[in-house]
Each structure stands twice: as C-alpha cells, then as structure tokens.
C-alpha cells in the first residue's frame, strides 16, 4: 500500500533553514505530481507547493515569496522542501500528498512538525 | 487567489441527522474543481469527494457533494458516530491549490 514517510523536522530559529523530505513505497513514485500541505497547531491546512511528476513543473502558494524549494528524486522515491528563511508563522505539521488526478490529494505522510523559535 | 469561505464554522448535530456544510468561492471556481476532506483528531485528511458531486474510492453514499460557481455544499444524509470530523472544502486554479477554513462538525 501507499506509505510515505516525512521527515526533517524540528525546532529552528527565525532566519535560519530546514530541509525536509518524504520517502514514498508503495506506489509508482515517478508517475505521480507530490505536494506539501502544511497545518499549523490547531488550525487548518494549507497547500505549500507542487512538483509535476518529472520534475519539470512546481508551484508555490503566494506566502512562501521564494523562500521554499520543492524538488524530487525519482531514483530514490523522494520529495523534498527546502525551507530557508523560517519565521515563527511556519510553524506547523508539514505533510507531504500525493496528488490525486492533476487537481487533488489523497494519499497523505503522517506529518513532519517544524517549529520555528528563537 | 480565490478564498474559500465555509460555514458554519461549527455544526452540532445528533446521530442521524442530516449535515449540510457550506463552502463560498470568492469567484468561480474552474471547471468546478472542487473536493471535500475530513480530518478527524490526530488522523490525516480523507479525500471524500471530488470534481464537486464524485465520491472518492470507499466513501459510502450518505456522503454527496453539489454545486457549481461560487457555491458548494458538502451534504451527509444521517450523520454516524464516526462522521463527526472537521470537513475541509479544497480548490484548484491558476496552478494554485486553496483550502477553506474548515467545518467542524460535532456531536451535540
């Protein structure tokens, strides 16, 4: 079955960079466009950034303002979020999905959490 | 950006009564690109329904979505103990994804 695994989170201070990254089993890695949702504590999701499934595509939500990097390493079932310039409002349980069709998510990671504090 | 607006923000509901969640686009959202989510505590989101009115695989039937435009309404036909979640609205557009604020729904 679908399996994807987040990891690379933790406490960082304002300013300061974190890479996470989501192993994925299960499925067809390469055929698929992967996002990250992001949920920070108590509050509701909110999508992060898409990367089509060779790679050759990504999009950012308007906040991240060239901070973020997706990408993806389709030899080793692998996605990516380069996050530099971290402020306490990215705090939050990062996931990432696999994309359902072109315009959804369905499969989901049980969440990396990122805590952003001096 | 198009901003999903949903309500109520809570709903309090008995077992078997009927549900009805709203979810207002600032504008119209293309090709009624449009699901449902639940997310119970502690759990990750489920995909329930897509393209506005197509359930997702194993969502049972009391589970059924409508509308077009702007205006969007997640339905449950009799509330079960295991739907009471918070219910998410999602949109796609302009190579931007957009979730609602949430519904929860809860037993009163």
């Known amino acids: 079955q679908v399996r994807l695994v987040e990891s690379g989170g933790g406490v960082v201070q304002p300013g300061r960079s974190l890479r996470l990254s989501c192993a994925a089993s299960?499925?067809?890695?390469?055929?698929?466009?992967m996002h990250w949702v992001r949920q920070a504590p108590g509050k509701g999701l909110e999508w992060v950034a898409i990367?089509?499934?060779?790679?050759?595509?990504?999009y950012y939500a308007d906040f991240v303002k060239g901070r973020f990097t997706i990408s993806r390493d389709n030899s080793k079932n692998t996605l990516f979020l380069q996050m530099n310039s971290l402020r306490a409002e990215d705090t939050a349980v990062f996931y990432c999905?696999?994309?359902?069709?072109?315009?959804?998510?369905?499969?989901w990671g049980q969440g990396t959490l990122v805590t952003v504090s001096s | 950006e198009i901003v999903l607006t949903q309500s109520p923000g809570t709903l309090s509901l008995s077992p078997g009564e009927r549900a009805t969640l709203s979810c207002r686009a600032s504008?119209?959202?293309?090709?009624?690109?449009l699901a449902w989510y639940q997310q119970k505590p502690g759990q990750t989101p489920r995909l329930l329904i897509y393209?506005?009115?197509s359930r997702a695989t194993d969502i049972p039937d009391r589970f059924s979505g409508s509308g077009s435009g702007t205006d969007f309404t997640l339905t449950i036909s009799r509330m079960e103990p295991e739907d009471f979640a918070v219910y998410y609205c999602?949109?796609?557009?302009?190579?931007?994804?957009?979730f609602g604020q949430g519904t929860k729904v809860e037993i009163k």
């Open positions: 990367i089509s499934y060779d790679g050759s595509n990504k």
């Open positions: 504008q119209s959202v293309t090709n009624s690109y």
């Open positions: 299960g499925f067809s890695f390469s055929n698929y466009d």
């Open positions: 999905t696999k994309g359902y069709g072109s315009y959804y998510f369905d499969d």
């Open positions: 999602q949109q796609f557009g302009s190579s931007k994804w957009t």
């Open positions: 393209d506005a009115s």
